[in-house]
């Protein structure tokens, strides 16, 4: 019985040491976190600087080490070596300051910091080699902010090793009582490539002289953009005190579109760009500073004192990964003369309250340095320069909105897409579908043929419409319906369509269709009888600039109001109208025999898209692939087109943030390629994912669209339904908790049970406080995960060894003198079942396996998703749109 007792406790303390061997990263995060934020005035720095969370994120804490600043503004600057050798992103910063001690904060990224001490005063630089502004914090200024799936690359063979934080302690007097401080930032960093790399852009006038008395000069930059596209989401202006408003534009074939206008003498913070702006190449980055020399005796010159001046406009942005440039810089102007057509606004100072003034430039001076290298590295040392004082109600507004908007979003590529099956739209009565789309309202739009169907009589061989006499669809083709329970909101479209094809809506709500009968495109108001607009000539096909031959889809792009459509089953182009239906270019052409040349088409199917990068990607559907061009040219610039996809690929949909969604089609006899759903990265064009149905198969999935939530939704012509598929993350808002194990129920009350083993946070996003709750809770649904795995993997050696000592037991009381086991054939039974076939081994698994009610479901993961129906045709999977099987006439020119 000793030795019982003694393999109990030693089983006891192996358990406890696996349980904390599994104790999930989160919760250490946690406390970290909640240690690293409970900073008051007394300074506690982590000895834990890198936490873990996930399999590829990490937090970074950079903190000042317990430094007390001696005078008043004192630039201080500290070092920490990137942690890892290989290539990570910045997708997030938290920081940790009082504006009662810090003026503001600026975290860099170099190479070569300009010490090695634990920290120094700036005025030794910040980097010895070419350094690069990651994050700026500033007094009563909001953080700044990466939109989803950008982020600052870090390591690696191209990106910064090390990280040089800088913190300008302005009126010290908060110092008195001798405390430490630690101001600082926690950096949140994913390994996990991102689809959109940021950078800076940095405008500076470097000859700019401002007369004494003079009360306006201009101090102008402009330069020709030479690089791949940019998208811009955030500027910062700055000068001394001479600066009266400084204004930033993109100059793009002689129209000026503003960046951002501010007055240096405000918060000098990065505020975001209040809309979307692409750099193409070749347009002109402009920017300019009005000073006046009122109150000065001598001459101003630009330097790094307070009695010099600056004039700099930065500008942040993003760029596709593989084009992408950290840093960049303009210090010319390549035309005064184009200066003369800048918007008057420019020119117009932003008033200023004297008591800011005087607060802004409350700080000392500084030596003067005309050396230009030496003036970015001051420069950089004011970045950021904050004090107290509002900035414009609409702008304080816009910024919180910004704010609570990208807390919630993240762009994170690990995560499963599966039919949500409690969706009812299966069982629609619908028509069949062709087009989906989503509106303002995030509400589904749904585009169907009522009782009319597309098949092999519907046209002749020069795609003449034979059906005329049905009349049009006496049927609403246009329903929109509740995402979330499929109920319907509003119906339109009755007695205009005769066989409907593509949906687009745009940013006001419009529906825009087309009809591959009429061979024509129109735009629907949501509540008018009418079309506002119709483009082609009803019921006949063309190729010249008023005809369509079968239009298959139309985009309208929510910048310029541009109209694309996609033309169609027997032409191969693209055409471009503007915003009032003007035909303003086209381009593609034919496939040619042999391999498919890029713009080349054989049935351009499908439009997303794109107008962060103003692009617009089409899905080539014979030729299996994906097409992108830029929007203002029709230049090529990418083809995505994966094994995978087959031969056919039918629908593509763009989420704001780098994921593409994309559905194919059936397979030709065989072929091993199936029908299903992709999801794909659109910067490297990789799939991330692909999904399939539960309850019912695709038979001809031929329309996709998706919502920044990963809520995807699938259109079908043959079956003439809706599927919606939601991510695992979603759905696992439905689940419920037992014992560790986590158990959703359908609503045809099928149970699916998984043991979910992955101790891996949901989010890559832990450091916003939005998200810390639900992280917390999942850390400790994963460490009972754990518990409950080790406790029943426990479970049978216990029993084992509760047999073994009843064994020995008996042995005592049924054994004669002369040895032989004597067994009751309850005994018997029991060791019976211990016995392996053939052999006297043990057998646990049977030996559990034969007790009524046990289970291996907690153990054996259970697939959730379900398996492609064999389509037993000939392998034509259309809805009759292989009409296009005539070759189309030669295009006619008009």
């Known amino acids: 019985m000793a030795g019982f007792v003694s393999n109990l406790l030693i089983l006891l303390l192996l358990f406890q040491n696996i349980c904390l061997g599994f104790r999930s990263p989160l919760s250490v995060f946690k406390r970290y976190k909640d240690t690293s934020t409970s900073l008051s005035s007394e300074c506690l720095v982590s000895d834990q600087p890198v936490i873990s969370f996930g399999l590829s994120d990490f937090a970074l804490d950079i903190r000042m080490p317990a430094v007390t600043p001696k005078q008043s503004d004192t630039y201080l600057c500290m070092s920490v070596p990137l942690p890892v050798d290989d290539e990570a992103y910045v997708v997030d910063f938290k920081p940790h300051a009082s504006m009662d001690t810090v003026h503001h904060m600026l975290l860099f990224g170099c190479n070569e910091p300009s010490s090695t001490e634990n ?86 006038s470097v000859n700019t002289v401002i007369p004494p008395g003079k009360k306006v000069v201009d101090a102008d930059v402009a330069c020709h953009y030479k690089r791949s596209p940019m998208h811009l989401f955030a500027y910062r202006v700055h ?40 750099i193409s190449y070749d347009d002109i980055l402009a920017a300019r500073c009005v000073f006046s020399g009122e ?43 184009m200066f003369r057509n800048i918007p008057q606004e420019a020119n117009i100072p932003i008033p200023v309250k004297s008591d800011v003034k005087k607060m802004m430039h409350g700080h000392h001076e500084e030596p003067k340095d005309s050396d230009t290298s030496s003036l970015l590295q001051q420069d950089r040392k004011e970045e950021g320069e904050i004090l107290d004082q509002e900035t414009k109600d609409s702008d304080a507004s816009y910024l919180l909105q910004q704010a609570k ?129 119709i483009l082609g000539v009803p019921l006949q096909p063309g190729s010249d600039k008023n005809h369509f031959c079968q239009p298959t889809d139309v985009a309208v792009d929510p910048i310029t109001g541009s109209i694309y459509v996609s033309d169609g089953y027997c032409n191969s182009r693209i055409i471009q109208f503007s915003p009032n239906g003007v ?199 994963t460490g009972v995960s754990f518990v409950l795995i080790t406790t029943l993997l426990i479970i049978p050696i216990v029993v084992l060894l509760v047999i073994l000592v009843f064994i020995r037991w008996r042995k005592t009381t049924v054994y004669g003198a002369d040895g032989e086991c004597k067994l009751d054939s309850t005994s018997g039974r029991i060791l019976g079942r211990l016995r392996v076939k053939g052999g006297g081994g043990i057998n646990l698994g049977n030996f559990f396996a034969s007790h009524k009610g046990y289970s291996r479901k907690g153990f054996d993961r259970l697939s959730t998703e379900g398996s492609d129906q064999e389509k037993d045709d000939d392998g034509t999977d259309s809805e009759e749109e292989r009409s296009v099987s005539p070759l189309p006439p030669a295009p006619s020119s008009s």
């Open 119 to 204: 920290y120094w005063d700036c005025d030794e630089g910040t980097c010895k080699d070419k350094s690069n502004i990651l994050y700026a914090w500033a007094r009563n200024a909001p953080p700044t902010r990466l939109p989803k799936g950008v982020g600052f690359r870090v390591g690696g063979e191209t990106g910064s090793r090390y990280f040089v934080l800088q913190v300008h302690y302005g009126d010290v007097s908060a110092f008195r009582d001798k405390h430490k401080d630690c101001s600082g930032v926690t950096l949140h960093l994913t390994h996990q490539k991102q689809p959109l790399i940021a950078g800076m852009y940095l405008m500076m």
């Open 239 to 278: 000068t001394h005190r001479l600066g009266k408003v400084v204004s930033g534009y993109r100059v793009r074939n002689g129209q000026w579109t503003l960046i951002g206008r501010q007055s240096p003498q405000l918060p000098q913070a990065f505020y975001p760009v209040k809309y979307p702006i692409d």
């Open 295 to 337: 109150g000065r005796t001598t001459e101003t010159h630009i330097g790094g004192t307070a009695n010099d001046e600056m004039c700099n406009f930065y500008i942040m942005y993003y760029m596709e990964a593989k084009h992408a440039v950290s840093y960049m810089t303009c210090t010319q102007n390549t035309n005064p003369e």
């Open 405 to 533: 908007k990208e807390d919630a979003e993240i762009l994170d590529q690990d995560f499963h897409i599966e039919e949500a099956v409690e969706w009812p739209g299966l069982d629609l009565k619908l028509g069949q579908v062709s087009g989906l789309a989503l509106d303002p309202e995030n509400n589904l739009v749904v585009f169907h043929r009522g009782d009319h169907v597309w098949d092999e009589n519907s046209f002749d061989s020069k795609f003449v419409y034979q059906q005329r006499g049905l009349g049009p669809i006496e049927q609403n083709t246009i329903i929109v319906l509740n995402p979330s329970n499929a109920k319907l909101l509003h119906s339109t479209g009755k007695n205009i369509f005769y066989l409907p094809h593509g949906l687009s809506v745009d940013k006001n709500g419009n529906y825009w269709v087309t009809d591959v009968a009429l061979h024509q495109v129109f735009k629907l108001g949501a509540n008018d009888k009418e079309p506002l607009l």
């Open 583 to 781: 035909y303003l270019m086209q381009w593609g052409e034919e496939t040619s025999l042999g391999r498919s040349r890029p713009g080349q088409f054989y049935i351009p199917h499908s439009l997303a898209l794109i107008p962060d990068l103003s692009q617009l990607c089409v899905a080539d559907r014979e030729n299996g692939r994906i097409q992108c061009f830029r929007l203002e040219t029709g230049e090529f610039t990418r083809e995505i087109k994966h094994k995978a996809f087959g031969r056919e690929l039918f629908a593509v949909s763009y989420v704001p943030g780098g994921l593409l969604f994309a559905v194919n089609g059936m397979p030709y006899p065989g072929e091993a390629e199936s029908v299903q759903g992709f999801v794909m990265n659109f910067s490297t064009g990789e799939i991330i994912d692909t999904f399939i149905p539960l309850r019912k198969s695709f038979e001809m999935p031929h329309d996709i669209v998706a919502s920044e939530d990963r809520t995807v939704f699938v259109g079908d012509v043959h079956a003439k339904a809706v599927w919606k598929f939601a991510s695992v993350e979603k759905m696992e808002h439905r689940s419920v908790k037992k014992a560790g194990i986590e158990v959703q129920e359908t609503k045809e009350s099928e149970t699916i049970v998984e043991a979910r083993l992955k101790n891996k946070p949901e989010s890559r996003d832990p450091l916003k406080n939005i998200d810390k709750q639900h992280l917390v809770q999942q850390a400790s649904s």
